[in-house]
């Protein structure tokens, strides 16, 4: 009787000893698979980084040695989807004109004329979205002080908590969702009309534009020697997983102005 209890528990010990290692295994078996699958992935967005800098310095090269955007091969705002495979990475690139959009920082010197437009642009995206905006004039001066090295609106203190306005220019268009009276709902409306590069001027392009800014910037043209920025975003593609590039280009002068790791603004 005693043999067969010690024997029942040597049983029972034998089999806690393999579960424990059978555990074990499938815990190390795990962690090497996650650990294959996080390098893999990381693989994945650095070489997906490479090929994009690399299509990037293509792109630029193409645009510097255009003259403006009429030799460009497409008639729109936005290029057609531009498809290619590098080591058997499907890429999608697309470009947007930014002359087809208001530079909000021609916004920051508290010209009355660019402050009427963009005032105008602002009302007109309210009536023709249905969305809630805020009042295109009290918006317009609203973004000017943002951006103004010598004014820190009080408004801006009495949040919670308390915050400082920028007193710089904008990098990015959806910095506009920090100024006092904007809403997400307003931003989504406003987005595919406004943009943010480093000029004091914002020309847009009558021909290609939208009907809405044909309207309402009419009568400001983009000029022979205006600036013309491009905004080029790639897609890298590794089965299910995507990998986003979003660069703002100087196009005549074949500079990178801006360079982000992530899908492009609206």
């Given at each position: 009787?005693?043999?067969?209890?010690?024997q029942g528990v040597?049983?029972?010990?034998?089999?806690?000893?393999?579960?424990?290692?059978?555990?074990?295994?499938?815990?190390?078996?795990?962690?090497?698979?996650?650990?294959?699958?996080?390098?893999?992935?990381?693989?994945?967005?650095?070489?997906?980084?490479?090929?994009?800098?690399?299509?990037?310095?293509?792109?630029?090269?193409?645009?510097?040695?255009?003259?403006?955007?009429?030799?460009?091969?497409?008639?729109?705002?936005?290029?057609?989807?531009?498809?290619?495979?590098?080591?058997?990475?499907?890429?999608?690139?697309?470009?947007?004109?930014?002359?087809?959009?208001?530079?909000?920082?021609?916004?920051?010197?508290?010209?009355?004329?660019?402050?009427?437009?963009?005032?105008?642009?602002?009302?007109?995206?309210?009536?023709?979205?249905?969305?809630?905006?805020?009042?295109?004039?009290?918006?317009?001066?609203?973004?000017?002080?943002?951006?103004?090295p010598e004014t820190?609106?009080?408004?801006?203190?009495?949040?919670?908590?308390?915050?400082?306005?920028?007193?710089?220019?904008?990098?990015?268009?959806?910095?506009?969702?920090?100024?006092?009276?904007?809403?997400?709902?307003?931003?989504?409306?406003?987005?595919?009309?406004?943009?943010?590069?480093?000029?004091?001027?914002?020309?847009?392009?009558?021909?290609?534009?939208?009907?809405?800014?044909?309207?309402?910037?009419a009568e400001q043209?983009?000029?022979?020697?205006?600036?013309?920025?491009?905004?080029?975003?790639?897609?890298?593609?590794?089965?299910?997983?995507?990998?986003?590039?979003?660069?703002?280009?100087?196009?005549?002068?074949?500079?990178?102005?801006?360079?982000?790791?992530?899908?492009?603004?609206?």
């Amino acid at each position: 009787m005693k043999r067969q209890r010690q024997q029942g528990v040597a049983l029972i010990t034998a089999l806690l000893i393999v579960a424990l290692a059978v555990t074990a295994a499938v815990g190390m078996a795990m962690r090497g698979q996650a650990d294959i699958r996080r390098s893999s992935a990381v693989f994945e967005r650095d070489l997906s980084r490479e090929i994009a800098l690399g299509a990037e310095k293509m792109v630029l090269q193409i645009l510097e040695q255009a003259d403006g955007p009429d030799d460009l091969i497409w008639d729109t705002c936005l290029s057609p989807v531009l498809p290619f495979e590098v080591d058997q990475v499907q890429l999608q690139a697309t470009l947007d004109d930014m002359r087809c959009r208001f530079n909000l920082n021609a916004l920051a010197g508290g010209d009355e004329r660019q402050l009427a437009l963009f005032a105008q642009l602002v009302d007109r995206v309210g009536r023709d979205s249905g969305v809630s905006m805020p009042p295109g004039s009290q918006l317009a001066l609203a973004v000017s002080d943002w951006m103004d090295p010598e004014t820190d609106d009080a408004v801006y203190q009495l949040d919670i908590p308390p915050r400082l306005s920028a007193n710089r220019t904008m990098l990015v268009a959806s910095e506009l969702n920090a100024v006092s009276g904007m809403t997400s709902e307003a931003w989504q409306a406003l987005a595919p009309y406004v943009t943010a590069y480093p000029s004091d001027q914002s020309p847009i392009d009558l021909e290609r534009s939208s009907d809405l800014m044909q309207e309402v910037f009419a009568e400001q043209g983009a000029g022979g020697d205006a600036p013309w920025f491009m905004r080029l975003q790639i897609v890298a593609s590794f089965g299910e997983r995507q990998f986003y590039q979003c660069t703002l280009l100087d196009a005549p002068n074949g500079k990178v102005v801006l360079r982000e790791q992530t899908a492009c603004e609206p």
